[in-house]
């Protein structure tokens, strides 16, 4: 599985954003993708999730009423960002876990390239 993530850009304080993540292939009902950001010296941390088989979604309280993630189809989805905070300035991956782990990084099995997002204040 290849994961493509996209829609990565440069915005001010208060403005959105929304990023996508393309998967090449069809993920399985059991499996969650996932939105993980990094920040520099910082370690990668967990932004949200969705579980592809029964749309439950997860966040990090950091972007939670903020944030939304969706599914758009069967190999795609999406993250809305909204009312974006400088200290939302990070990569942002997206990561496809087979088995149904939520928040751990070190469990994801795929990851994108990433894509860069950066609010300016």
């Known amino acids: 599985v290849q994961l493509q993530a996209s829609g990565g850009g440069l915005v001010q304080a208060g403005d959105s954003l929304k990023l996508s993540c393309v998967a090449s292939?069809?993920?399985?009902?059991?499996?969650?993708l996932g939105w993980f950001r990094q920040a520099p010296g910082k370690e990668r941390e967990f932004v949200a999730a969705?579980?592809?088989?029964?749309?439950?979604t997860y966040y990090a309280d950091s972007v939670k009423g903020r944030f939304t993630i969706s599914k758009d189809d069967a190999n795609s989805m999406r993250l809305q960002m909204n009312s974006l905070k400088p200290e939302d300035t990070a990569v942002y991956y997206c990561?496809?876990?087979?088995?149904?782990?939520?928040?751990?990084?070190?469990?994801?099995?795929?990851w994108g390239q990433g894509t860069q997002v950066t609010v300016s204040s």
């Open positions: 969705i579980r592809w088989g029964s749309r439950n």
């Open positions: 292939g069809r993920p399985f009902s059991s499996s969650v």
């Open positions: 990561a496809l876990d087979r088995h149904g782990n939520i928040r751990q990084a070190q469990e994801y099995d795929y």
